[in-house]
């Protein structure tokens, strides 16, 4: 059974960066096509892709906030680990991280996702 | 980036209603396209991917249809349970763009 948990801060001020971790259970980030993307979700609002690592530590990002993220992987503890850089009001959202489902490219398990607010 | 368009981003219907939701892609994605149900406070669900299958587990009643840049969603017989917002998602080329969803409650 493949589980996935977000845990961070649940406040960050404005210009700070956010470091968010991804532990995961029933599957290893070595294993051939896996991978772990993280995806956000402001209030209200739609789901955004933010960063996405595969098992060969080939990494993609959003072109819009590539500037700004770096994602990880620590396969010895079974993590990954998002950090999002210069942090703004509009940066509020609920982060999930999710098991990509090879070959279809698409997140086929989801954490229950973390609520990050930016605010001084 | 890719963009998704869903419509209608908003359906009322009756329990045991065909209810149907179109999503366009701005490029040719040919099948890859998945749908995503989300209810409040909880994290998105994959009902199907490749324009067409359905995940393990989903009920038969949605389904999914389309390729190159026009995709439907169709759930047969709307029962309560459906109620929720429906997200559309290329899974073509990264960031995997979403739709702005689809919210669905019942008349």
């Known amino acids: 059974q493949i589980t996935l948990k977000e845990s961070g801060p649940t406040l960050v001020k404005p210009t700070q960066t956010l470091t968010l971790t991804c532990t995961f259970s029933?599957?290893?980030?070595?294993?051939?096509?896996?991978?772990v993307g993280w995806i956000r979700q402001p209030p209200g609002k739609a789901l955004e892709c933010l960063a996405l690592?595969?098992?060969?530590?080939?990494?993609r990002y959003s072109p819009s906030l590539k500037s700004r993220l770096t994602i990880t992987k620590d396969t010895s503890k079974n993590q990954v680990v998002l950090t999002m850089t210069n942090m703004d009001p509009g940066d509020t959202a609920t982060y999930y991280c999710a098991h990509r489902k090879n070959p279809a490219a698409v997140f086929d398990i989801w954490g229950q996702g973390t609520m990050v607010t930016v605010s001084s | 980036d890719i963009q998704m368009t869903q419509s209608p981003s908003s359906v009322s219907a009756s329990v045991g209603d065909r209810v149907t939701i179109t999503c366009r892609a701005s490029?040719?994605?040919?099948?890859?396209l998945a749908w995503y149900q989300q209810t409040p406070g909880k994290a998105p669900k994959l009902l199907i991917y490749?324009?067409?299958t359905l995940q393990s587990g989903v009920p038969s009643r949605f389904s999914g249809s389309g390729s190159g840049t026009e995709f439907t969603l169709t759930i047969t017989s709307l029962q309560p349970e459906d109620i929720a917002t429906y997200y559309c998602q290329e899974a073509n080329l990264f960031p995997y763009t979403f739709g702005q969803g689809t919210k669905l409650d019942i008349k």
């Open positions: 490749a324009a067409s």
């Open positions: 029933g599957f290893s980030l070595t294993t051939g096509g896996v991978g």
């Open positions: 690592i595969y098992w060969d530590d080939d990494k």
């Open positions: 490029q040719d994605i040919s099948s890859w």
